[in-house]
């Protein structure tokens, strides 16, 4: 079973998901619809489930984070198995941590961000296309002439 949180959109998403692929009656969870027994039961807290993604495995065995995103990714079999295989090996595992980290930090600027992805404190907006500043279209546009007359690099535009 995949706890994650319900109300993040960006959460949500990946857990349905990494949920399609299951094959073998495994099931995502957002931890608001499980209530303080059945996450004691399951050797977890609120502030546990609050905090990070959980993997609870047949065994009963709990991991945490990316290490829960792999062993889900793994139930879903297939191309999703050989991802969390890398999220739960190492040295490939010690990447997946650190990729874990960037997204929980950023997951309130990732779509579909919801205000509940967001951290406390955190006004930033969610991320979105803007217009490139004066300097970078400037140099674009020089990028695209020299392009034009056969010299494609960046190099010299200065």
Known sequence: MLIFDGE??????????????????????PYQSLDGATLGA?????????????????????????????RALVAGGRGRAVLGWLCVMP?????????YRVVVRLRGRLPPATAACRRPGSARPALRRSRPSPAAAGLVARWRRRSDRGGGTLRGLR
């Open 91 to 99: 040295p490939s595992s010690v990447v997946a941590a650190a990729v």
């Open 42 to 70: 399951l050797g977890l807290s609120q502030a546990d489930v609050r905090a990070a993604a959980w993997w609870v495995g047949r065994d009963g065995r709990c991991e945490r984070g990316h290490r829960a995103v792999g």
């Open 8 to 29: 993040c959109g960006f959460c949500t998403a990946a857990a349905l998901f990494v949920e399609r692929g299951f094959r073998h009656g495994e099931r995502a969870v």
